[in-house]
């Protein structure tokens, strides 16, 4: 038997982070927005785990770690330590969500990982304790499961599903060499913290439907410190901006950068200009979209 879920990917329309907590951790004031690239996870029962990692298109796995250091598995486990039970899972990930591109591929696996393992052997996990498990697992992930549009506090973790009256869509430029997070973080630990952003903006735009107020608000305070560790990052944002989108931003930790546009034609059509221009790899995307859900049940 085996259960297959899917997770869309997530950016972050509003990206505040403060300086770091006692504990290490970054409190955060995000608004997230679950968008239509996708990860695809298939488990099935197995006398120990395993994860297997095959592309979608042209995503580039070779940096999925395939033991036990797979955020999957660590899912599976914290699950079946949850219930007291000893069980093991062949776990198979589709990948269409860029890896280490700042759009939490990680995290949605991981999310759909508890789903697809809770409906194979019928747990029946409550919301509640689904949620606390996934905020053990990475500040992302409880957001994976939620989808649509929300709210983040805390690091992250603490999200609520606030109004959203539009359809957005965005030209997405993954970049062939991913950032790590942490090196991000640390790159804005060494900066001076920049003046708080409220989240304000982003939400009434969201609120109103309003594409130039969104436009106007999108703001992400990782921007400055992916750009110092990575200044070749600036001419993809400055190429975005000359291509006619009507705001560009940074996806989470980066390098993937995103362009707001303000219709699915005008989304295709900077896509082509940007592929004419030399890039190999442009995606069009929309959200909000749906957190986790089960594909496929056999
Ligand atoms: P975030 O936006 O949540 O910081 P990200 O999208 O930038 O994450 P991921 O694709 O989640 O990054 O991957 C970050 C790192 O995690 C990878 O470089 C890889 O070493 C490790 N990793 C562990 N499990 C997975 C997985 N299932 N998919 C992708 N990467 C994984």
Redesign the pocket.
Known sequence: MSVTVRAP??INLHLGVGAKREDGYHPLDTVYLAVSLY?DVTVSTSAVWS?D?SPIGDVDVS???LDD????VKAGRLLTAHHGIERAAAIG?S?G??????????????AATLVALDRLWDLQTSDDDLLAIAAQL???VPFSLLGGTAHGTGRGELVEQVPDAGTWWWVVVPNDE????SAVYRAFDALPTPAAVGSGAVLAALAGGDLDALADALHNDLEAPALELRPALRETADDLVGSGVRARLL????PTYLGLVADQDSAHHIREALLDQGYERVVVATGPVAGVHLVDYA
């Not at 250091?69 to 999957?72: A, G, P």
């Not at 996806?251 to 980066?254: A, D, K, N, P, T």
């Open positions: 990917a997530k990860d994860v990692v940096g999925v770690p250091s797979n955020i999957v990930i990948k969500i860029p890896v280490a591109g700042g759009m939490a591929g990680g995290s949605a696996d991981a990475g500040s992302d991913g950032l790590s997070t996806s989470g930790s980066g």
